[in-house]
């Protein structure tokens, strides 16, 4: 039944997230090995292969694809470079997991999108690792089930520490948002048809002419209201929450119990400081995940149509956010490879 | 300092509301005791009295306020018919507790604003108990001392077991919201500039053609985002949640947790079924405390000038549910003597 | 049905119970009035009754419970004294809630249930407030119901921010832990019939030879194991916690969740410094049932068999405490008036 | 520095717990295979071995220590056959991964210390895989931290659905206390000195004869007090709760909140069934880090001392069951390789 032995990996970006996929397919999952690295910096890619038995540096994504050793791509360089990389492991036949953004605007998306249709059979598997959170996987489950009945509306909060420098308004949605995008897309499994974008008056702790906090309203193609705060410099830490409201009940995760502590006139809990600690078991489960399928010969994952789908909801966030106005979202019919 | 002895209260209307006000002045708060019910059915009126040591019944409210031991009056009868018993009331100088709304009209409360102002002192209280909510009390308390900083978005959740035969869309805003209005302008102490109403697909819990749920979104003139998720058939149960998200950290209220059981594969707690269990305190506290001022010669709670910002925003919201649009609330400047 | 109007209540012993519960009778309660209050400090006493209209001071409980106008007593003076005064107010045929202790040992106790039996009626309500606690209320009601089966186990936590200057290690059973032997006995509706006193090595927050913590257990005769954490110098609080353990499932309240907050890395809330803020509202209700209860010419808490059983336990487990070991209670046969 | 490359680990016993960690090696961690599966049941063995490449089968651990490609040993066959496994283990100088109980007794338990002291070098890893539980470790570090300062008592809640067939009285202490006797020792690193097991009366849900639930007293060489709700026939589901009690603040583990729903009436999560779902993670990390540590050379985990100290408190624990008193525990000196 399986396909492949151990699955031999090509990481292309060895960034913080390229670096960390390293790391785990290395040390934490079972059934795959790092067989390639590529950076530009070849000194870093050198660096990170020489830890790892077997394991070549390249520059050159080409180069480490057409090596006999890769059996499969993890692309997690930046996304700009992604429609290049994904276009030439096509050209390979390769599976590839790609980090999100699957690329950065909703018409190179399409062309992905394209192209994986002509290759007839789905290769990639896009990076919303909230999908693989045990939390969200409850959720879904629970939804899936129907003993709640339909979902009416869906409250999201999803907050961080503090922005990156040169964190724009626009990242909000393109960066931040989007992982609510796809979440409502899966766990509602509809398409989201319009977005409205609201500023109340900025935080004194977000730089100056940073639109933060964002109030964020999805309409959906079943009729569901889906509503986000966005908060990219609360101070006090990161948090993602969800509440599904529906007819017959509501149902919520995103509140951390595990250690309640009582001192000092308090009780209660830590907040966890950034989405690496908060989503580390997801990101394991969802590499773990995709190198099960792949040594099977299936993609099970966010496809190319989910990766194109966000993208064309992002476009219309930042342009409800720059004119401040409510903007449909325009897709072309889901082909046939993705129903 | 003590202005009067036992206050001898007048209760006008003994619908469920007004029934409930004799029974917790006769039998629960301190200070008042029960001197006068009006109400147009005079079996109903004079049933009420008998139970209650030297109490009168009455058919015609200002016969009641011209009583000598009527010392204040609450009123307990529909919104129609507040205006004139408030008027009448100020012709006696009696001090009044008005269950809300103040009147059923931005345009009608004006007139008692206005009033009000000719007497030249605060004479009315307006019922809007949540103030007196002890879970609000620490929340309000927490915001005013500083220590979240500017508070940037209120999210509120308030839903409702079932609907009332008869019960409209335009209820929902003037009933149910009308409450989060209020909560909104006394936590932050700013005041509603525009009001959106969204409406995701109803429930098919809702009566054919009710528009429920609603999600309604403020905005104020401090630049704070308010939303509120208006529910009224949720089938499962009453509750009323809020969540202030400030600059330097968040506080929430609404998480029932007194009694906790685990049975049955299930952890957790019930849910209360309406809102005289959910508000049983607040409503004693409201009175007693009108109680108090009253007999030092105070008014201290909501006043004619929030009824009236109330009654403006409901309408605004009306126009914004049955519209599709953002609508601006207008409101005349504050007369000093609400300042 | 009523047999007196509003209740004229003598509050003898004006320390810190005492001026609380004058407080509440005058401002708070429906249905009585402070008519006397009673104190070895002449000055103190007048003082307090100068607030009041009507209310006479008075140095003698005798002279105050000969009192035209005294309907019934609050007795709040030191433990010793109680006998005493119980006495005296059975002569007086005055119906009384009596704080506990209601004697300081088992011997007193016995005397003042044997007196109350040659009167024929139940005149007296022992001040175990616990009862009154909408919490402990709501836990009471799922024992009863029967839902949860059987009680198997009952774990308590009481837990004290600090002791009092001379608290000796025999208080914290005294004073204490008295309240979880009644709230043992109260809910479950069985009898304690062995103590065990275990003593970790004291916490360094506890004065110099103090025995705290205690970790108390009771046997009881329906063969349920009742285990109490006894703290009275943690420094972070004041806790009440209780969690019944049944056949069926388990139940537990003293979780305080009514506002909580996200902030500086942490979420949570607040734990009260003292139990007057943490069983406010069960005064008020204690102090009102039994007022309703004395008017309508009944008795329906505590009893002076609850208030004897309580001293028995309390020898024992001071026994036990002294001497290591399991010491067995020796209650007398229940007399017909108090089952 | 590392002295393994990919582990080749001999899996002995193949029942449940043995199977899952065939499974585990196999499709979950990094850096192992299964090289070799053992079972009396030469079928059973078979038929696990044909599912793994490169995997053998036999009936004989001694056959498969001796295999070239197998590198260290997981003991997971019924704890009466542990001592044989191990000292013939130690014959072939492979680390070990040994499944709780080390041995069934103290006696047979120090003869395996023994052994390894004459190794002169640490091989055994004990299964209490509570101490690898994301919880756990939590509540661990914040002790080890300091903060809340020295421990004074700890309560336990250990909770079971049900029983299985034939368990006994004597199998709740040495199966399921067992858990928190290593969690006592781990958590405060202190000893256990003695045991006092009290017996409520059987729950109705207990088959006849069982003692369930028993209540569970250690105490410790550093003065703290543990108790242990043990209970094995809930009926309702399988929980794990601890609460740590220190001088400055206390901390607890064991609230599941990860989903929350609100539906009929109730609010609350769902209670897991049994242990495997709990600490599903638990054993994958445990597992992990035994091969990561067992790579480099290192034994890191529980040690065969910390088996031995279980078992004789084990004993303890049932003579204090067996005979109604409180036993104390006696230890050989702890030797030196162990310190």
């Not at 394991?55 to 050159?60: E, L, P, Q, S």
């Not at 997690?76 to 036949?93: I, K, Q, W």
């Not at 796809?182 to 509602?188: E, G, H, M, Q």
């Amino acid at each position: 039944m399986t396909q492949y032995g151990t699955l031999g990996v090509a990481v292309i970006g060895t960034g913080r997230m390229g670096a960390d996929h390293v790391r785990r397919i290395d040390q934490v999952i079972s059934g795959a090995r790092v067989s390639a690295v590529v950076d530009l910096d070849a000194e870093r890619a050198k660096r990170l292969a020489d830890g790892i038995e077997g394991c070549t540096a390249h520059t050159d994504a080409a180069a480490a694809m057409a090596a006999d050793d890769v059996d499969a791509l993890v692309i997690a360089s930046p996304g700009p470079a992604h429609e290049e990389a994904l276009l030439t492991a096509f050209a390979h036949d390769l599976p590839v997991l790609c980090e999100k953004p699957l690329t950065p605007d909703a018409a190179s998306a399409l062309r992905v999108l394209e192209a994986e249709q002509r290759l007839g059979r789905r290769r990639v598997q896009v990076g919303f690792m909230r999908r693989y959170d045990a939390e969200y996987m409850k959720l879904k489950a629970l939804l899936d089930g129907g003993s709640l009945g339909r979902p009416l509306m869906l409250h999201n909060r999803h907050r961080n520490a503090s922005s990156p420098p040169g964190f724009t308004s626009a990242n909000l949605i393109n960066d931040s948002v989007v992982h609510e995008m796809d979440v409502t897309r899966w766990l509602l499994d509809q398409e989201i048809t319009a977005v409205t974008v609201l500023r109340p008056r900025p935080s004194s702790n977000a730089p100056e002419g940073l639109a933060d906090p964002q109030f964020v309203v999805f309409e959906t193609d079943g009729g569901a209201l889906v509503d986000v705060e966005m908060s990219v410099n609360t101070g006090f830490g990161y948090q993602v929450k969800a509440e599904a409201v529906c007819e017959r009940g509501t149902a919520r995760i995103g509140e951390e119990q595990s250690l309640v502590t009582e001192t000092a006139g308090r009780w209660g809990g830590t907040i966890v400081q950034d989405f690496t600690e908060r989503f580390a078991d997801a990101y394991d489960r969802e590499v773990q995940a995709w190198v099960d399928a792949t040594r099977r010969g299936e993609v099970t994952g966010p496809s190319v149509w989910d990766g194109y789908a966000a993208a064309a909801v992002c476009e219309a966030g930042v342009r409800s956010l720059t004119e401040g106005v409510r903007v449909e979202v325009e897709l072309i019919e889901r082909p046939a490879l993705y129903r």
